[in-house]
Each structure stands twice: as C-alpha cells, then as structure tokens.
C-alpha cells in the first residue's frame, strides 16, 4: 500500500506538481487520484484502482508447498478434489505443529516459566492472526473450538438454552449441514420450539427475494442460523443482506452463520457481514484437525454461561462455587489444542501471503472451467448454481440416464474415479434434507483448494469417462 | 490389483440383472438396514418351512451401489433352502467367498450390508406374522 497521508515532502511535491491549473478526470488515474489527495480527498483503497487482472497465481510453486500432492495413489498422481471434506496441509503449517511440540512445549495461561510464557503467546498470538485474517475486530471474540460443529454446540448450549423458550422459533434454511441442524433438533425437542426452513429454489439459491423472507419471520423467532457456504451445492448466501433485512425486521432476533465452508475461500469480514455468532474450523482451511473458531458480539458472551467448565475457564474456586474467567478464556475449558491453535494461525498466515482475493479467482476460475467441462460428459447432471459467481468450488454431481435415474451409483463412481489418483467424495454429504430435496438418494461431489489446477479437472472427466465404459453407458 | 475385482463382468451382470430381488406379499421375517455413510439401502424378506426352520425363498429389494446389491443378490440366492440356524451362523469370510471379492475397508460396508441385514431379521427382525 501507499504511504499515506503523504509526508511533508510528498504534500509540496504534490503541491508543486499541481500549482499550475488541476488535471481534469482525463489525466491518468493515478495522476488523478493524487491530486485528489493533495486536495485532502481520500484516497480509495488501492485495489480499486488498479485495473481488474486474470489471476497470476503460480499454481505449481503454491502446490510445492504441500508435501502430499508428491504421493501417488493406485499408482497414479493424486489428485485431490475432497476439499470441502478437510483440505491438505502446507508444510508452513506442518513445521509451526513440530516446532512447538520440538522446542516450547508446556502448557498456557499456568505458571511463569519460560517455555509457558512462549507457549501461550504463540497460542494468543494465534487468536489475534485469526481475528484480523476474518476481520474480528478484537481478538477476544475468537474462541478456539474443536470444531465448526463444537462452535455451533456451544451457542445452543451457553446462549440457546438460555434465551430460547416453549413456542419459539428458530429459522434454519434447507441447506444446512447437519452440525448446523441437529444442535437445533436437539434444542428445540427440550425446551418445547419450533424450527422453520428456508426452502431453496431449482438452482440451489435460497428462496429469500422480497418479500419471501419476510414470510418466514414472526413475532416468535429468536435466532436464524444459517450456512455461508452450502457444502453440498457450492452456494453463497448473500448473508450480509439477510442479516441487514432481519436486524431490520426486529433487532433482537439473533444470528448465527456457518462459516465453514466459507471461510477458507472467500476473503470473510465478520465486522462488515455483522453476525451475532459465526463459526468456522481449522482443517477446511489449510489447518490442523481439532482447531475450530467461534466468533461473537462481546456482549452475548458476557451474558453467556460457560458451556464446558473446568480447568482455565475460571477465575476463583472456592468448595462451592466458581466466578467465570474473562472471556474468551470463560468458554475455553481445559487444556486447549494448542498445537492446533498454533497450526491454525500458520494456516491464516499462508492463506495471507497467497491473498484470499487471489485464492477466491483462481478457484473461480477453476470452477467455471470445471463446470464447462462437467456439463460436455453426457448423462451427467450437476446440482446447484451454474453461474461461478454465486458458487465456490464445490460441484455435486452425478451420472443420470433418463430422467435423472441414477446410472452409477455414486459409491461405484468414485471407486473407479479413485483407482485413477482422482480423490472425491460420495454419499449424503452431511446433508441428507438437502439431497432429498434435490431429489438424489446420494451425489459425488468435487471441491477445490487453492492448490487445484485444470489439468486435474481434466484427470476428473478422463476417469468419469472410464467409469462410464466399466458400466457400459457408452 | 484387488480393488478391480469389484467391477468384474459377472458383479456388474447380478447389479444390472439381480436375482431373487423382488418382494414377498407375507413373509415370516424381514429387516431392513441403510448405510448412513452412502445412501445405501437393502431389505431381506424370508418365508420360512417349517418344521424344520428351513428357508423356502428370500428375496431382497433396496438401492446402491453395485457391491452391496450384487452381495445383496447373492446372498438371497445361497439362503434358499439353508436352515435359520445355518443362517444365523454365517460370518464376514463367509459373504466375501459368496460374492468372490475382496473389498477395501471403506467398501468393505458395502459388501457386508446384506449380512448385517440377515442379522437384523434372524436376531431382531419384524416377524410378520405377529403383526
């Protein structure tokens, strides 16, 4: 970025350049722009200004970074599509794993010695990367998790049991994942609520143009939690714009949105989208297993009760009774995963250095290409958006003869596909509401990673059309 | 290479054409399972003769994948004339020489579904005739 605002000697130089008469708009945008500024306009954010670009990211040098991608499978070059299942790691992330367990293992927030007082700043120096990589605000919002699954648990622990009551409604959509609809199912059968769904239309979208949305609001709803990402369709929900609408509609209905599928894609800024709680998860997003985040406004988690409770989450003990440790620490029982909270924030630190702009294009790109070359495979229907901005890099499918009777049996599908390096997921995907919906028992379902390129989609068709002439469909 | 054998010729014939699928209108015991993982699902209907606790026909129904329908077809086809303790006897090895493969873990679910459902009807199973 730009040093701004200029120094003394920029101002005059400014000033000087600029003395005779102002350049007009058709003076370069730059020369432009810095006599706006000389003026005392803002400038806007560089990236603005520079003209739109074709990604140059260098795939094959960003795959260098994931020991992985060397190995074969069956013999063949792996080909790694299950990204929305768990992505793979860079050795960035592997290495900042061993050199904590190798050179300051201990235990945080305890003690005085040298290798604690390391350990827990790595540890909240990890929080601190994740808050400013989604845009928190303060750092104290982050708490660490096992999971996206154990985040959501909790807010319908702490918060859910607290504030949701006989009658209720809490407005889920028809996309959710199960970790984002059974903690509902399991709140809303013991205090007596109810749950609502937003249903999706025949593109995958969720059914939310005005007034639809309106419809499924009442006086009785107290929370809407909803999916950034589908994981299944690839969807992005315009949540930003659900959330103003419903904050408009009553303020104090809560919001809770999945992150987990979204953030390690887009580039997410929970201050601007305006949440009430969001969660996310480590392994998605280039991190360890076991490290998943949750985000909230500080006041909830003021209000809130711990939901574990234990070692660290306290302040004073006494035989009857405890006070509550500060937060985020009040929702961090027990020794936490620090490894992985330390793995995480290398994660974030690699996702920076690429830039989730860069990441968001080239597997824009890549999803486009794929989506033209999936639909050129005859008897293969493809669910969700077609268009790839309103998607990320997750493309369900399966291979339909007439009238969307399955051919191939996803399972044997991705059999095939596996035998030639291509890894990909089949079956309910974590969604079954949403499968029925579209009508298919169970999809195969491709997901890219940064590190995925178009010859790999092109491995992907090949092996397609390999497992089509195994069950004679050509 | 092991995993090819699931899509030999004479599998992918029993999954296209399967034998002894169908449905019987009253039948002394049925079960049926799905693998949540897959989407998978198979269901075994007996008659039985009695006195002698002998299986006079089973039939199984269902859908996915070729494994676990192929294994679901052959297994209906050696129950036929075996007796419910003979049945209830038969183990893991014993499906794998039937259906002649050898399956990777993760699709060694497949292949064992339509046992898991035998067990379910002979142990748990929905006796028809109580009904």
Redesign the interface.
């Known amino acids: 970025m730009c040093n701004w605002p200029p120094t003394r000697l920029g101002m005059s130089l400014t000033t000087r350049l600029f003395a005779s008469p102002p350049p007009t708009r058709r003076a370069t945008n730059f020369v432009y722009l810095v006599y706006l500024a000389s003026r005392g306009y803002n400038l806007p954010p560089m990236e603005k200004v520079t003209t739109k670009q074709k990604t140059l990211l260098d795939v094959q040098k960003i795959r260098a970074d994931f020991p992985i991608l060397e190995r074969e499978i069956h013999g063949k070059p792996l080909v790694y599509l299950d990204n929305a299942a768990t992505s793979q790691k860079p050795r960035q992330v592997i290495k900042a794993i061993s050199d904590y367990y190798e050179q300051y293992n201990a235990n945080v927030h305890r003690g005085v010695h040298k290798l604690t007082e390391e350990a827990t700043q790595a540890y909240e120096a990890a929080r601190k990367k994740v808050a400013n990589f989604v845009n928190a605000g303060d750092a104290r919002q982050i708490i660490f998790t096992r999971n996206a699954t154990e985040a959501i648990n909790l807010v319908a622990y702490a918060w859910g049991r607290k504030n949701i009551k006989k009658g209720d409604e809490i407005l889920l959509t028809e996309m959710e994942h199960h970790s984002n609809l059974v903690p509902w199912q399991m709140l809303a059968k013991e205090v007596g609520a109810k749950l609502k769904f937003i249903p999706i239309d025949q593109n995958g979208e969720l059914r939310i143009k005005n007034p639809e949305l309106r419809n499924y609001l009442t006086p009785k709803t107290k929370l809407v939690a909803i999916t950034h990402v589908s994981n299944v369709l690839g969807t992005i929900n315009p949540v930003k714009q659900i959330i103003s609408y419903i904050k408009d509609y009553r303020s104090n209905i809560k919001i809770l949105v999945d992150g987990a599928q979204a953030v390690p894609h887009l580039p997410v800024s929970i201050q601007n989208i305006n949440p009430d709680f969001y969660a996310f998860t480590g392994h998605k997003m280039l991190g360890p297993t076991g490290i998943g985040v949750l985000y909230a406004k500080k006041e909830l988690l003021k209000e809130m009760d711990p939901f574990l409770t234990g070692g660290d989450m306290v302040l004073r003990v006494d035989k009857e009774k405890a006070t509550w440790n500060y937060i985020p620490w009040k929702f961090e029982a027990g020794t936490p995963n620090i490894a992985g909270a330390i793995g995480l924030g290398a994660a974030v630190d690699h996702l920076s250095s690429i830039g989730m702009k860069n990441v968001r294009e080239h597997e824009k790109e890549l999803t486009s290409y794929a989506l033209g070359a999936l639909s050129k495979v005859k008897n293969l229907s493809i669910y969700g958006p077609r268009d790839e901005n309103k998607r990320i890099g997750v493309i369900p499918f399966n291979i339909a003869r007439e009238k969307g009777k399955v051919a191939i049996d996803p399972h044997d599908l991705v059999s095939i596909l596996d035998l030639e390096g291509v890894e990909v997921r089949s079956g309910r995907l974590c969604a079954e509401p949403l499968l029925n919906r579209l009508g298919a028992e169970s999809a195969a379902r491709i997901s890219f990673q940064v590190y995925n390129t178009k010859d790999e989609v092109d491995k992907l068709t090949n092996a397609i059309e390999k497992a089509k002439k195994i069950f004679k469909l050509i | 290479?092991i995993?090819?054998q699931?899509?030999r010729e004479t599998l992918?014939e029993i999954y296209k054409n399967p034998k002894n699928r169908g449905e019987i209108a009253s039948p002394d015991i049925e079960a049926r399972l799905d693998n949540?993982?897959?989407?998978?699902e198979v269901r075994i209907q007996l008659k039985i003769q009695n006195p002698k606790s002998k299986i006079q026909r089973a039939v199984f129904s269902g859908?996915?994948?070729?494994?676990s329908q192929a294994s679901a077809s052959l297994l209906a086809g050696y129950l036929e004339g075996k007796t419910l303790d003979e049945a209830k006897k038969l183990k893991s090895d014993d499906i794998l020489k039937i259906i002649g493969i050898n399956p990777s873990p993760a699709?060694l679910g497949?292949a064992l579904l339509s046992l898991n459902v035998l067990k379910e009807a002979l142990f748990n199973g929905v006796q028809s005739k109580s009904r």
């Open positions: 290479m995993e090819d699931l899509y992918l949540p993982l897959c989407g998978d859908n996915g994948c070729v494994i699709r497949c």
